[in-house]
């Protein structure tokens, strides 16, 4: 929408990670006479400002923190994570005052002004800065060159699970969130002004409702050599939080063959973040496809960047889903939008060693986190714990459609905000006003 307005012009910057080359595509897909695409060197965390950031990125007491610290996280082990529980013996005296967030929001713009990117704002003069994600160094440093040239600001969130997990150190003139419910964790964890606060809803749910996307059942089974007759079971990974996920899927298939499920389509699709290979073994087999053909770039710390015609066919994957399963996921948002039935998996996930050497499922802790209670809460999916449980759940999502339809649709207006093909609309507006 902004390249659509002659009347304004956008710098778009990319920070470039030491070593990665930015694909040639990016300049081809985004520059316009109006919008100017630069590559620029990131900001690497070192000394003094990754300890800052580690130190104050742990003030915010919540149940994700409060279990992260206790058990560790796939970046974290539990012996470090046990040395943090010190720090949750002193921030939860600190974590609910605004006093402690302007403490720290005024340490880092004095102790880190980053002024090296002071050259585009003498190069640009622009009338505002957006933040796409208010966690990045590589944002905040032109935040804070905003703030100290009194040009506006505007932020948001990189994902919906971000805010009750570490403490933003910059509070925006106004906070862009795609839903209430993330209002309402800004305000609570992060002690945002609520005035400053603005819900748009999730900007790439808007292609759920372009009507030019969907195709008809028999063109996207040809696309993956499914059988359209057949009910399609959509499993989605979570990558490294997953790791059990590949064992999962082949016992599925071992309980159709056996007549526990009905004969079905089985779509898996590995976390963005990477592709392991964990599924390779399951490409040859009948009636089952690894959906890992989106588009990657190293480029990206998480390695994905899904093109128009990716989106487009993630979106007739769960148009003509008839379950979708997934790991305490966002998958789950989607789903509700096109209202799917939707298996949570709570069992064979995660795994850690106990003192003793035996192994204890650890899958449990996913359904615990702040934000994925708020889905739990609506009661829209079916958690399971077993095999046996989940070959139940399959068989009654297919038999009854419409089972749960009621929660699902509480999950749609409590988490997915507005799903009218409107939120980057939204953000446009809100964004213009302020020019």
């Known amino acids: 929408m902004l390249a659509g307005n002659p009347d304004i012009r956008t710098i778009l910057l990319f920070a470039v990670i030491e070593g990665r080359r930015p694909p040639e595509y990016l300049k081809k897909e985004f520059e316009r006479e109006n919008v100017v695409v630069e590559f620029v060197p990131n900001i690497v965390s070192r000394g003094i400002r990754r300890r800052f950031g580690a130190a104050t990125g742990r003030a915010i007491f919540s149940p994700t923190t409060k279990l992260y610290a206790r058990y560790g996280t796939t970046k974290v082990s539990p012996k470090t994570a046990a040395t943090n529980s010190f720090w949750y013996a002193l921030y939860p005296v600190l974590a609910h005052t605004r006093i402690s967030r302007s403490l720290v929001w005024s340490a880092e713009a004095f102790l880190f002004p980053d002024r090296c990117y002071d050259s585009y704002f003498v190069r640009y003069r622009p009338d505002l800065v ?30 919906w699970d971000n805010l009750d997990k570490n403490l933003f150190r910059f509070e925006p003139d106004v906070f862009a969130v795609q839903n209430e419910w993330m209002a309402g964790e800004a305000v609570e964890y992060q002690k945002f002004n609520p005035e400053k606060i603005r819900t748009v809803g999730f900007p790439q749910f808007d292609i759920y409702r372009d009507p030019g996307v969907l195709i008809s059942r028999e063109q996207y089974c040809a696309k993956k050599d499914f059988d359209p007759s057949r009910p399609l ?26 007549g526990a499920i009905p004969v ?24 089952v496809f ?20 990716d989106m487009a066919d993630f ?30 998996i709570g069992y064979g996930a995660r795994w850690r060693e106990r003192p003793d050497g035996a192994k204890e499922d650890m899958t449990w802790l996913m359904y615990e986190t702040n934000y994925y ?45 507005n799903v009218d093909c409107k939120s980057g609309e939204r953000l446009y507006e809100l964004v213009t006003a302020m020019l």
């Open 130 to 159: 957006f933040s796409t994600a208010i966690l990045s160094v590589f944002d905040l440093a032109f935040l804070k060159g905003a703030r100290r040239r009194e040009i506006a600001t505007v932020s948001m969130p990189k994902s």
């Open 233 to 258: 079971i959509f499993v989605g990974s979570e990558g490294e939080w997953s790791r059990g996920d590949d064992a999962l899927v082949r016992r599925l298939v071992q309980a159709e063959e056996h």
């Open 264 to 287: 079905s389509n089985i779509l898996i699709r590995p976390h963005f973040s990477g592709n392991d290979g964990r599924f390779d073994s399951l490409k040859n087999t009948p009636g």
């Open 290 to 309: 690894v959906d890992d053909t989106y588009r990657t770039s190293d480029f990206f710390i998480d390695h994905w960047d899904p093109t128009r015609q």
């Open 315 to 344: 979106t007739n994957t769960l148009y003509h889903s008839d379950v979708s399963i997934n790991f305490a996921s966002t998958l789950s948002l989607d789903a509700v939008c096109f209202d799917k039935p939707i298996i949570n």
């Open 373 to 417: 209670r708020a889905v739990m809460a609506t009661n829209a999916t079916t958690l399971v714990k077993s095999d046996a449980e989940l070959l139940s759940a399959i068989r009654m999502s297919l038999r009854d459609p419409a089972f749960k339809r009621a929660e699902r649709n509480l999950l749609r207006d409590k988490m997915c905000y």
